[in-house]
């Protein structure tokens, strides 16, 4: 089956520095890929759309300039979230689009972020 | 816009017990996917079902079955003869042609199986 992972799967990090969170999609490709972050005992909001060669769509509301979206080739996707502070602690969880399916997403283990 | 409500916020039955977990959505496209994910404390999401707008024959895998009516809007999920390690929280989501593939989350059922 399809595989998507993510690194690392935990950090923990000072608050003002920039934190980066990989996705990769293992044995396929993946034109788009999706980041959502969870806060604790809540459901899965998305924030933004991630297309390979082109830029990341945002979700109203989510801080472009402060959550930067890379998706340089079609088997990675990263999120760096800079200048973090302790509100930016969460979990994140990206999700990768089968290019060659309509439907077919799957998602990555996830990454806990703790801003100290 | 898509939206997809799950009603029930937390569910705790005793084991063994038979519950059913809701989801209604609501959409205007006519082509569209809805899914259920399982998520264990630790987080990952694991991929329990997922149907497109024009199957509503219902679906059974082992104590899992799936009730899909679009005349309702509705896809609600039942587990029978539950177990403790049924306990989770379980998410109904949607993806439609029309949203570029983005798939929107209910807020999830946090389910309770007491032993």
């Known amino acids: 089956g399809a595989v998507v992972s993510q690194h690392p799967s935990w950090v923990i990090c000072k608050s003002g520095t920039s934190v980066k969170i990989e996705c990769r999609s293992l044995d396929f490709q993946a034109t788009t890929m999706f980041w959502y972050r969870q806060f604790p005992k809540q459901s899965l909001m998305l924030m933004a759309t991630?297309?390979?060669?082109?830029?990341?769509?945002?979700e109203q509301g989510v801080e472009k300039d402060k959550f930067l979206i890379n998706h340089a080739s079609l088997t990675l996707s990263t999120l760096t979230v800079t200048s973090a502070h302790p509100e930016d602690s969460s979990f994140y969880i990206c999700s990768a689009h089968n290019r060659d399916s309509s439907y077919e997403q799957y998602f990555g283990p996830g990454t806990r972020l703790t801003v100290t | 816009a898509q939206k997809v409500t799950q009603a029930q916020t937390e569910i705790s039955v005793v084991e063994k017990e038979d519950v059913t977990l809701d989801c209604v959505y609501e959409?205007?496209?006519?082509?569209?996917?809805l899914f259920w994910y399982k998520q264990p404390p630790s987080g990952e999401l694991v991929f329990l079902i997922r149907r497109n707008s024009f199957d509503e024959q219902n679906e059974i895998s082992g104590r899992y079955s799936w009730n899909f009516q679009k005349s309702t809007s509705s896809f609600n999920f039942t587990i029978t003869a539950s177990q403790v390690v049924d306990s989770a929280v379980y998410f109904c989501?949607?993806?439609?042609?029309?949203?570029?593939?983005?798939?929107?989350f209910g807020s999830g059922t946090r389910l309770s199986i007491r032993p």
């Open positions: 989501a949607h993806l439609s042609w029309s949203s570029a593939s983005k798939i929107i």
């Open positions: 991630s297309n390979e060669g082109s830029k990341a769509t945002y």
């Open positions: 959409t205007r496209d006519t082509t569209y996917y």
